[in-house]
């Protein structure tokens, strides 16, 4: 056991720490950083603190998550791993094996990305940031105000999200469907992989996020087949229209979601064969 876990931290370290991940975790920053520039000057002018559960709602901004969707296509562009130091795995250990170290990085990667949001979000913040387990002043305003509006501010804070969640709670709620989600894309797009190419995978995962983008121009009911707008908190149960997702059937499509690409995947994995690529 021990040596899997050494196993799998090289592994993750060997493809987390490339010149690709440096320069999406530098798009990232920026556009935390023009998202949030306006709330610390808001915080700075009226001498309030916020609360690092503002990330909530940075999670919900369309515009943000736009961006981001695009990263975690271009990270995990890459599935599934088929290059030489895989090789090594897939003939000791079989397929399963190799299926199984596949899942289990996505899984801790996709962690990994939702952390660093919010830890880039909370020292973005760090000017005007204050540790409290009650919503504060700003958020409050921002809710019930046009403050907004006059500073510029792009990211919503809908009162409803206020009176529904506690801060903690709200974290714990968006870092949970937002790591489900971000699984749930990387292993869409490696069971996509396995079964046609890569090439689909960027066309379908494109059409869903150009669907997310646009989601405000077709019926409701869209949402309950994009995944992608389910990591909006603060969209959920809005009824647009006779149909809106709501919280209970994102809780129960999510893991479904979730068993069939793995079921999937695992089928393809056992029935097809691979071609090994040489590293770059």
């Not at 990232?28 to 916020?50: F, Y």
């Not at 801790?108 to 979000?121: H, K």
């Not at 990211?155 to 409803?160: D, F, L, M, N, T």
Request: with cysteine; glycine share 6%.
């Amino acid at each position: 056991m021990i040596n899997y876990v050494k196993f799998q931290l090289k592994i993750l370290h060997h493809r987390m720490f490339t010149l690709k991940t440096a320069i999406l975790l530098g798009v990232l920053w920026i556009t935390e950083d023009m998202m949030l520039r306006q709330i610390v000057a808001l915080g700075k002018e009226t001498g309030e603190k916020i609360i690092p559960a503002a990330y909530v709602f940075l999670q919900s901004s369309s515009g943000f998550l736009l961006i981001f969707f695009l990263e975690i296509m271009v990270f995990y562009i890459g599935v599934p791993f088929t290059t030489n130091d895989q090789l090594y795995v897939f003939l000791r250990s079989g397929k399963s094996k190799w299926y199984l170290n596949q899942v289990v990085y996505i899984v801790v990667s996709s962690l990994m990305i939702l952390v660093t949001a919010f830890l880039f979000c909370v020292i973005r913040l760090m000017p005007i940031l204050k540790f409290s387990w009650s919503w504060d002043r700003i958020l409050g305003t921002l809710a019930l105000t046009d403050a907004g509006q006059q500073f510029g501010i792009v990211v919503q804070v809908p009162y409803k999200i206020l009176n529904r969640y506690e801060p903690a709670e709200a974290v714990i709620y968006s870092v949970l469907i937002g790591w489900g989600v971000i699984c749930l894309i990387g292993m869409l797009m490696f069971s996509i992989s396995l079964v046609w190419n890569r090439r689909v995978v960027i066309i379908i995962m494109t059409v869903m996020i150009l669907l997310f983008g646009i989601q405000r121009y077709y019926p409701a009911w869209v949402r309950y087949l994009v995944p992608l707008s389910w990591v909006q908190i603060t969209e959920l149960g809005v009824r647009y229209s006779e149909f809106a997702p709501t919280q209970k059937y994102v809780c129960t499509m999510l893991p479904i979601f979730l068993c069939c690409t793995l079921g999937i995947g695992f089928w393809w994995t056992r029935k097809r064969d691979f071609e090994w690529i040489e590293e770059e």
